[in-house]
């Protein structure tokens, strides 16, 4: 399978270059559709059948598995939507300086997109049949939490063994075995509108009592148990000279273990639950929408064989924690031994030196296919 791969690089590097000049951020439907469209394509032309999930709002979800498929026992999760928004391509299209390739969801995650392709190239092309024993599903929203996916990523995992997730490798080449938890709060007050000059004894700031609740939530954080409570945004007023009526602020909470869940919600609702700035009211609303992904015996177990087939191939495999959510949470809230980080290595994603190291395209796809055949045989 080396020396296909290393056969069709160039062929891979293209396929990735095409992708990376479709804008397909998160809320662009067109543009997502788009890749699932070409992605679709493809995986026809390898004898494999591809579910549509129609969405309205976002793009359409594609599951995939092949014609002869027997049993599937693992499935692989990647997603088509990036952080970017239209035009982004156009200002800056896929390049490539020295070993590096450049390009908006260059590395997060359209190599891996690629990569998935050509692994499962590979094991047909060496007649291997380790790809009729995966699931493929192609979601188009996970850059804003998978809403309209979860669903769908859950009900295809049930039953399976493995869950191999495609984001990509840390720059040292980590694969990622634990990722915290993630909620997404909206904390919102309202006051009463005064002029502050004139009779600002009349007023109820909503700014104020808004001042005192960051303070609180941000005491929630517990960084060396993995609990962190930040209010990244917040907004509220109308003038500099009039008692603010309304603010609002949105909140990020990550947690390490799902058995933290429970006694933070319980203080968030604590917290709001009073006024400190008398007559103004609060209203909370969000949820705890990503569990964590806990090193556990099933993924310990996995990440074994994983690093048994790097060992084989000439890759050496270590493992990270990182405090960052993907669709791997899911798959491993069901009990399901996951491993994350399974694309090729890059860095910078989400900015606009977001790269992918070439020479870690055909390794990392040779990798992946290695472990479907191996996985496949469990």
Known sequence: MDSFLHQHKEEMLHYIEELVNIDSGSYDKQGVDTIGQLLKESYKELGFNVFVEEQGVYGNHLIIEHKDAIDPNIIILAHMDTVFPRGTAAERSFRIEGNRAYGPGVIDMKASQVSVLYAIKALVNEGYEGYKRIRIVLNSDEEIGSPSS?????????????????????????????????????????????????????????????????????????????????????????????????????????????GQVELLEERLDEICSSSDVVGTKISLEGEMNRPPMEKNKKTRALLRIIQDVGDEIGVEIEDTSTGGGSDASFTSSLGIATIDGLGPIGGNAHSDQEYLVIPSLVERTLLLATIIERLSKK
């Open 150 to 258: 979860r669903e769908i990523i859950e009900r295809e995992a049930k039953g399976k063994k493995y869950a191999l997730v495609m984001e990509p490798a840390r720059k040292d080449g980590s694969l990622v075995s634990s990722r915290r938890g993630k909620g997404n709060y909206t904390l919102i007050i309202e006051g009463k509108a005064a002029h502050s000059g004139i009779e600002p004894e009349k007023g109820r700031s909503a700014i104020e009592e808004l001042a005192h609740k960051i303070i609180q939530l941000h005491e929630l954080s517990d960084h060396e148990n993995g609990i962190s409570v930040n209010v990244g945004l917040i907004e509220g007023g109308s003038s500099a000279n009039t008692v603010s009526d309304h603010a609002e602020a949105q909140i990020d909470v990550r947690i390490k273990e799902i």
